[in-house]
């Protein structure tokens, strides 16, 4: 930007004045929200100051000439009207989800011409869903910005110049809130969904990979457990990971048997689709949890490598506080994005991921539970009863013996949707509730 007497300015990557040379300059760099002079210092030779801090703060510029008593110039920060360029594309897909309803509200509050830089296939689904707002690639950055901010993890920025407050303080979608000077809230992006179901059946979606170890529910029965619980219920279970399986070295992780494989590189908005057609999504700290979150689905997310503060709010985060948990958000703890099998605290022990190891099937089981009773009751309808939950069948079983006590009876194998049958008895019982013809001498009673 042009300013007089050849100052030049911008509020890109900072706040930036390039005063010119040949003759003495004062420059004064204003916090005017917190009303704190961050700079301000004499140039003997002219040049370029930037200041220290990146994120977003209401910068007052003040020039002085070196014979002038008064300021040559001065200019605020004022992004209304102006281009104003968001960038987030280096960060994963979460991170992208996490951050994107950031810049949008940033944007829309102060009434700037916002651009946001990610990744491609996201930009398919914000993009006809935020008419207002232009997303673009890496390659299309433009040049003429009024302003720019970066949205990313910064690791090791121990003086908060490039954000206010640590990731790990703050959670990965407030933390996007504060670098741009909004209430730090998550706020969740609109995006472009297709309306139609994949399917007619009621299903559910789960996801089971993760970036490292850390991130997967290590229980080695859960996820077989929770399928076949939600198959009981008449669900069909759709898996939407990107690779059926994952891993290194000795250590893999396979899609859940019994799920319907719809794993794959396949378009995002295919994903989105499978998402916001479901009853639910079971996944972990990932990708596509936020994903599920956009898309307004109701999430059950497991894991205890993160505090719940991290992602995004669901009354179904499983964690258990009994065990070691929480690493991720442990400012003492420098997370390690090479070390696949990154345990800071318990790395190669008996006590290796039991943040998530020690998660039981059955606490996940019972949100679930807790989940579907939070459904719609047409939703409800679709399923079998409540009460043939599998948490619940000794109650049945019980009762059924007391209504056929002293009868013998012939297990049947039970057929998808239908209830338990007790077959009649074959021959008189006895007294003792055993048949007068299966008495044998010798024979345990």
């Known amino acids: 930007m042009e300013g007089p007497k050849g100052i030049r300015f911008d509020f890109n990557d900072g706040c930036r004045v390039d005063v010119p040379s040949g003759k003495k300059w004062r420059v004064q760099f204003r916090d005017t929200g917190t009303d704190t002079v961050l700079f301000d210092q004499w140039l003997d030779q002219g040049g370029r100051v930037q200041s220290a801090k990146h994120y977003y703060l209401p910068f007052q510029i003040t020039v002085w000439e070196e014979s002038e008593a008064e300021p040559v110039f001065q200019h605020k920060c004022d992004l209304y009207g102006k281009k104003v360029v968001v960038h987030m594309e280096l960060g994963g897909l979460g991170d992208h989800l996490a951050w994107v309803g950031q810049a949008m509200a940033f944007g829309r509050q102060h009434k700037a011409e916002l651009v946001c830089v990610v990744r491609a296939d996201l930009a398919e689904i914000l993009a006809p869903a935020n008419p207002d707002i232009t997303f673009v690639t890496a390659d299309k950055v433009p040049t003429d910005s009024y302003a720019s901010y970066k949205v990313l993890v910064f690791f090791d920025d121990v003086s908060r110049n490039w954000q206010p407050l640590d990731y790990r303080q703050a959670g990965l979608g407030r933390m996007g809130a504060y670098m741009l000077g909004l209430t730090p809230e998550n706020r969740r992006p609109d995006i472009d969904i297709e309306d139609k179901p994949p399917i007619e059946d009621p299903y559910v979606v789960i996801a089971v990979q993760g970036s490292g170890l850390g991130k997967m529910w290590n229980n080695p029965y859960g996820w077989r457990q929770v399928v076949q619980f939600l198959k009981s219920l008449g669900y069909r279970v759709i898996c939407i ?154 109650k049945v079983v019980k009762a059924h013996k007391a209504k056929e006590k002293g009868a013998s009876t012939k297990k049947v194998p039970k057929k998808s949707g239908e209830k338990k049958s007790v077959a009649k008895p074959t021959a008189k019982a006895s007294k003792k509730g055993t048949p007068k013809s299966s008495k044998k001498k010798g024979q345990p009673q």
């Open 241 to 394: 990971d990107q690779a059926r399986v994952t891993g290194v070295n000795t250590v893999w992780t396979h899609i859940p048997h019994g799920v319907e494989d719809e794993t794959g590189n396949r378009p995002l908005k295919e994903r989105a689709r499978w998402l916001k057609h479901a009853d639910f999504f079971i996944g972990l700290s990932s990708g596509l949890s936020w994903l599920a979150w956009a898309a307004q689905t109701k999430v059950v997310m497991v894991g205890g490598f993160t505090e719940d503060y991290n992602e995004f709010e669901t009354p179904w985060r499983i964690i258990n506080r009994n065990v070691c948990h929480g690493c991720a958000n442990d400012l003492a703890i420098r997370l390690d994005l090479k070390d696949y099998f990154f345990c800071p605290r318990h790395k190669n022990t008996d006590r290796a991921f039991e943040c998530s190891r020690l998660i039981s099937g059955n606490q996940v089981i019972q949100a679930c539970s807790d989940l579907i009773l939070d459904l719609p009751q047409e939703k409800r309808d679709r399923l079998k009863l409540f009460s043939e939950m599998p948490e619940r069948p000794k």
